[in-house]
């Protein structure tokens, strides 16, 4: 069956860096686009990035402003979410999700900014 995990979360203060990872399996990895998404306590569920099948088209939610980069590895069915300059505000759970019906999430990892 589809699997989602993701991993790489952690405690990092404002301006640091994160890359998660999430790998897949139950299905054709490089026949799917791939995205992330996040959750913070007591907010709706938010959009962060997405990466097609093949890797050449990306896209990111408004408040990334070119702090993060979304890339896969069909080699080897993962998908990584680099974060850079990590504010306070981008604490949340961030999940791996896998579009389409049914549509496949991952349990999420926990990030947080904090000095």
């Known amino acids: 069956q589809v699997q989602l995990v993701e991993a790489g979360g952690g405690l990092v203060q404002p301006g640091g860096s994160l890359r998660l990872s999430c790998a897949a399996s139950?299905?054709?990895?490089?026949?799917?686009?791939m995205s992330w998404y996040r959750q913070a306590p007591g907010k709706e569920r938010e959009f962060v990035a997405r990466?097609?099948?093949?890797?050449?088209?990306?896209k990111y939610g408004d408040f990334v402003e070119g702090r993060f980069t979304i890339s896969r590895d069909n080699a080897k069915n993962m998908m990584y979410l680099q974060m850079n300059n990590l504010k306070l505000e981008d604490t949340a759970v961030y999940l791996c999700?896998?579009?389409?019906?049914?549509?496949?999430w991952g349990q999420g990892t926990q990030v947080t900014v904090s000095s």
């Open positions: 990466i097609s099948g093949r890797g050449k088209s990306t």
């Open positions: 139950g299905f054709t990895f490089g026949d799917y686009g």
């Open positions: 999700n896998r579009p389409g019906t049914p549509e496949y």
